[in-house]
């Protein structure tokens, strides 16, 4: 049997899903323009750099350069700090910053038009990454153009980046546990009015309720309003068929009797074939009457009926009917429920005890009580019991055992039918009194 897929399960699948995927890639976005931004930010500072040095260069008497005062930031002064500058001029040593040391920025091989300003990277002293902005000048004093290289190690803008991520993935994890949260609840209450349809539907089924009443969103009414319709189609149908039942078993029970009486007072073969056949029909119309009513029942919901009330009233009769037997109960404490109506409950519980009562010596047990969310009914007699092997053929419609004792023989089988129709059991053993005891569970709701 496969398993059912949940609507539940599918809504938090898609919600997770969507959640990653939103996430994941705002993450890679925001990552990828702060990455830009910050780059854009210190080539933006190595050309105000750039600025400052272009301002503080001037010719020097050997026709080289120098610079007439320190730049304000003072990385370029420590060897190896970060931030590098370098002036070259065709013919003539690099003029670099301290913080190269021995070391040289390369020369890259592009044409560079005069203010014109070039970005590149490549490696640097220490074999770092750096990022590197460069452009031509012209000075006073000095006939040929200088190329000017600042560049700074690109450690600090990975850095910088790395640390942005940190912070956007724990942001990212807090602000999806957030969401995930809202999404959980807005699926728990989105799906609350199913929740409760199947709980009235629960409440039907066992009785506690007869038809879905209450207000319903606007998506589950329609639902609600086709299955009341349902219901009330069925229960229709089932009380027609009920009736006609009825209509048939009565039309059938007249000319039964009028036979039966016909066929009385007289001991020759017809009279003795007609009383045997109309006895024989009375039980098959009893039996066929029992089930129709207890198979229409069986496909209703909302029927509830107090067993101990019925199991009472049936003692209480046949005790007077049988004033000679000792017919004892045994019911426990608290409410008993038999998911179904009165009088098939009472069919089944009065050919138990009549055909207890018809075979017993003189003592008949009745118990009722609850077993294991169910209702367990046994009735008990002191009679001469019957035999393993023939407890089966006992249960066939028909089957008459001892043909010395009055009766059509269906009451064992139309209460197994019935049980059966309910979805219970019926089971034939040996009682404690010496005689039959029959068992039988039925459910307390449906």
């Known amino acids: 049997m496969t398993a059912r897929p949940s609507l539940r399960r599918r809504l938090a699948l898609a919600s997770f899903v969507w959640l990653v995927l939103a996430l994941a890639g705002s993450g890679a976005l925001l990552a990828g323009i702060f990455a830009n931004y910050a780059r854009s930010v210190v080539e933006e500072r190595l050309i105000d750099d750039m600025d400052h040095i272009?301002?503080?260069?001037?010719?020097a008497s050997d026709g080289g350069v120098r610079l007439t005062r320190a730049l304000p930031d003072s990385r370029y002064d420590v060897p190896y700090?970060?931030?590098?500058?370098?002036?070259?001029?065709?013919?003539?040593?690099?003029?670099?910053?301290?913080?190269?040391?021995?070391?040289?920025?390369?020369?890259?091989?592009?044409?560079?038009?005069?203010?014109?300003i070039h970005h590149h990277t490549f490696r640097g002293p220490a074999g770092q990454s750096l990022i590197a902005v460069e452009r031509n000048l012209t000075i006073d004093g000095l006939d040929m153009p200088m190329r000017l290289v600042v560049a700074s190690d690109e450690a600090e803008l990975a850095h910088a980046v790395a640390e942005f991520r940190n912070t956007l993935v724990l942001s990212l994890a807090a602000?999806?546990?957030?969401?995930a949260l809202a999404a959980a609840l807005q699926i728990h209450f989105g799906l609350a009015p199913l929740r409760r349809l199947r709980a009235a539907v629960t409440a039907l089924k066992a009785g506690r309720e007869t038809t879905l009443d209450g207000q319903w969103p606007?998506?589950?009414?329609?639902?609600?309003?086709?299955l009341k319709d349902v219901l009330a189609r069925n229960t229709a149908l089932v009380e027609r068929a009920r009736a006609e039942a009825g209509n048939l078993a009565h039309a059938l029970k007249t000319p039964l009797a009028v036979l039966t009486n016909a066929a009385d007072g007289h001991e020759d073969t017809l009279s003795q074939t007609v009383?045997?056949?109309?006895?024989?029909?009375r039980g098959h119309v009893e039996r066929h009457l029992a089930r129709a009513r207890a198979g229409a029942a069986a496909t209703q919901v909302g029927i509830e009926t107090d067993a101990r009330a019925v199991v009472l009233k049936l003692v209480d009769t046949l005790g007077r009917l049988h004033p000679g037997r000792r017919l004892r109960t045994a019911l426990s404490g608290g409410p008993l429920a038999f998911a179904g109506r009165a009088d098939d409950l009472a069919d089944i519980a009065g050919n138990l005890l009549d055909n207890a009562l018809k075979w017993s010596h003189g003592e008949v047990r009745v118990s009722l009580g609850a077993d294991s969310g169910g209702l367990a009914l046994a009735v008990d007699d002191d009679g001469p019991g019957i035999a393993p092997d023939a407890r089966a053929a006992a249960l066939r419609r028909g089957m008459r055992l001892d043909e010395t004792k009055p009766?059509?023989?269906?009451?064992?089988?139309?209460?197994d039918e019935l049980v059966a129709l309910y979805g219970g059991s019926l089971v034939l053993g040996e009682s404690?009194?010496?005689?039959?005891?029959?068992?039988?569970?039925?459910?307390?709701?449906r």
Not at 54 to 59: G, I, L, Q, S, Y
Not at 85 to 111: C, H, K, M, V, Y
Not at 175 to 179: F, K, N, Q, V
Request: proline share 8%; hydrophobic share 45%.
């Open 175 to 179: 602000l999806g546990l957030g969401l």
């Open 54 to 59: 272009a301002a503080a260069v001037e010719a």
């Open 275 to 281: 009383r045997a056949q109309a006895s024989a029909m």
């Open 81 to 116: 700090a970060g931030r590098y500058w370098q002036i070259e001029i065709a013919g003539r040593p690099p003029l670099r910053s301290r913080s190269l040391w021995d070391d040289t920025l390369p020369n890259p091989p592009d044409d560079l038009a005069k203010g014109e």
């Open 407 to 415: 009766g059509t023989g269906f009451g064992l089988a139309i209460a």
């Open 432 to 445: 404690d009194l010496g005689g039959l005891r029959v068992a039988v569970r039925l459910p307390s709701t």
């Open 218 to 226: 606007a998506e589950v009414a329609p639902l609600v309003a086709d």
